[in-house]
């Protein structure tokens, strides 16, 4: 059974491009809007990967990321965040959010900043999941 | 300003774009490269800003929507469960730039929630960006100027003095006796007293003061008189037959107020 990556974007347009590129490296595209949605899709689907942008209504990569990260079953599903917001942003936002209390995380497992080229996209996804 | 202090730690950014800006039009269609433009030119500076509270451990979100503006503005406080909408726009020239973009009375009508209209210039020219360091609350203590209170004291932590003032009609003081004009002082004056003491119990810096005239012409001079950065009225939640014909507090300080304007509405209508 192919391997499962939740793409989770507010952009219809990455949406479908992420999909294609799912698709063509062989694997299963599943998809979110929002943050929100995309910690429901991974409960209920338990995707092998999840491609992440950061801003995004509702909930954002950095709120969705973190409680990815720190819940025991999920945590250990590898993440790639694709946005255009800044790697060192992203990772400032989680240091500032755990000195106010909260769970260390550990860093993403790529970090691709946008626009990215589909083989680029293709090549992290082929690294990580084989 | 530590935005924390005051509770505030998730902003949503929402940029409206115009239905008339990328409308079909005879003999080029709809403007898909107009919006690609408009979205993209929106997302630059959304970026700028969302990485900015990023890295302070705050939560962001944005939205680029098409269509009319006021009614993009509520349904997106709704949907996100706003607690505060912060309105304003920059303007093409210097005098319109100190005054409100016309959505702002619209959004202030509908509006749930507490509505900050921004203007971000002083009159001075200057940068307004310590709109909470003096507030001048203008208050007839109605239900809506209680809600005021009570959101104001939410927020005491970004507050730096908070100026309260109540606007006595002359009419008021129309035939009356020296006796009574004193007695209508006394009284408003124990009330005034009352507000700024339930402040400086919450720790916040106050201070009151009595004005009498027109209630638009008073508050502007109390602005000016105290340095103000920012006026705080309470509002009634829907529009009154009233209001429309003789104007209202808060539609005017929208309007013509050269300072941010915070407006809070009643739970209930008055």
Not at chain 2, 76 to 95: C, N, P, Q, S
Not at chain 2, 244 to 267: A, F, M, T, Y
Request: aromatic share 6%.
């Amino acid at each position: 059974m192919a391997k499962k990556v939740l793409c989770v974007d507010d952009d219809p347009a990455v949406v479908v491009a992420m999909e294609t590129v799912v698709e063509e490296s062989g694997y299963t595209p599943l998809t979110a809007p929002n943050g929100e949605e995309g910690l429901r899709k991974v409960r209920a689907e338990k995707p092998d990967l999840v491609i992440l942008d950061v801003l995004m209504p509702k909930q954002s990569g950095i709120k969705m990321y973190r409680e990815l990260k720190t819940d025991q079953e999920l945590k250990q599903i590898p993440v790639v965040i694709h946005s255009g917001i800044a790697r060192r942003t992203f990772l400032r936002s989680q240091e500032a959010l755990t000195e106010f209390g909260d769970e260390p995380v550990a860093e993403p497992e790529e970090y691709l900043e946008k626009p990215v080229e589909p083989e680029e996209i293709a090549e992290t996804l082929k690294r990580i999941l084989g | 300003m530590d935005l924390r202090k005051a509770g505030f730690n998730h902003f949503v950014f929402l940029h409206v774009i115009k239905r008339e800006e990328v409308a079909l039009r005879r003999g080029v269609g709809y403007l898909k490269e107009e919006e690609v433009k408009l979205r993209e030119m929106a997302n630059v500076r959304f970026i700028d800003w969302a990485e900015s509270l990023y890295e302070q451990g705050m939560e962001v979100g944005a939205y680029v929507s098409i269509g009319d503006p006021v009614n993009k503005i509520v349904d997106t406080a709704k949907e996100e469960d706003v607690h505060l909408i912060v309105t304003g726009r920059h303007r093409k020239t210097k005098l319109l730039e100190l005054l409100a973009c016309p959505e702002a009375i619209g959004v202030v009508r509908r509006a749930p929630v507490p509505v900050l209209v921004y203007k971000y210039m002083l009159p001075s020219g200057k940068i307004n960006d310590k709109p909470f360091e003096r507030p001048l609350f203008a208050t007839d203590f109605s239900s809506a100027s209680d809600r005021a209170i009570s959101y104001l004291l939410q927020i005491k932590n970004v507050i730096g003095k908070l100026e309260i003032i109540h606007v006595v009609s002359e009419t008021q003081l129309k035939d009356t006796s020296t006796l009574s004009v004193q007695r209508v002082r006394k009284e408003y004056r124990k009330k005034l007293e009352r507000i700024r003491n339930m402040f400086m119990d919450a720790g916040l810096q106050a201070d009151s003061h009595l004005y009498v005239g027109n209630l638009e012409e008073q508050v502007q001079k109390a602005t000016e008189e105290r340095g103000a950065s920012m006026v705080v009225v309470g509002k009634t939640s829907k529009k009154t037959v009233k209001e429309d014909l003789l104007g209202s507090l808060p539609k005017k300080l929208v309007e013509e107020s050269l300072l941010p304007v915070l407006l809070i509405p009643s739970e209930v209508d008055d």
